[in-house]
């Protein structure tokens, strides 16, 4: 690996999402991510229920059962070699949506994370994950949390 592929290009996507709305919001994030690509970027992160915005009182409606719709983004990481890290509500089976980061890598497998540590207030409609998140990207160790 020469010393370029070995580096990050980090970048924050940062708009303010519509409420509720993960097509609008999913459009956002993919214009972001285009223009991330044309910089060099190859990870990137975006805040916290990015694809819904922060909206506890709708998470239930709006949780993520599965990864299909993160398809898009999918795409555009294959294509521009890079990690997209987005926020949203996460299904739970038998319990409250998590707050979660979707991780979305070339050529692998979406995995979530889950916010561990709730602020006052958010277990009222969210549940707490219970595992750390590390991850291998190029040579680094990166790690998520989650904030609002």
């Known amino acids: ?3 370029i592929q070995g580096r ?3 970048a924050a996507g940062q708009f303010a999402p519509a409420r509720g709305c993960i097509d609008e919001n999913m459009r956002y994030h993919e214009m ?3 223009s991330a690509a044309s910089a060099g ?3 990137i992160f975006f805040p916290e229920l990015s694809l819904t915005g922060y909206e506890p009182e709708m998470a239930e409606e ?3 059962a599965d990864e299909s719709c993160l398809h898009p983004l999918q795409v555009l990481s294959d294509r ?3 990690t997209i890290i987005v926020g949203a509500p996460l299904h739970v089976k038998d319990g409250k949506p998590a707050i979660g980061a979707c991780v979305i890598s070339s050529k692998r497998p979406v995995f979530c994370y889950r916010k561990i540590y709730l602020h006052p207030g958010e277990s009222d409609y969210f549940s707490a994950g219970d595992t750390e998140c590390v991850f291998k ?3 680094f160790n990166v790690g998520i949390a ?3």
């Open 41 to 43: 970027v190859n990870l």
């Open 32 to 34: 972001l991510i285009e």
């Open 137 to 139: 990207e190029r040579s």
């Open 146 to 148: 989650i904030c609002a």
């Open 8 to 10: 990050l290009r980090i």
């Open 1 to 3: 690996m020469d010393s």
């Open 62 to 64: 709006v949780a993520l």
């Open 80 to 82: 521009y070699d890079m």
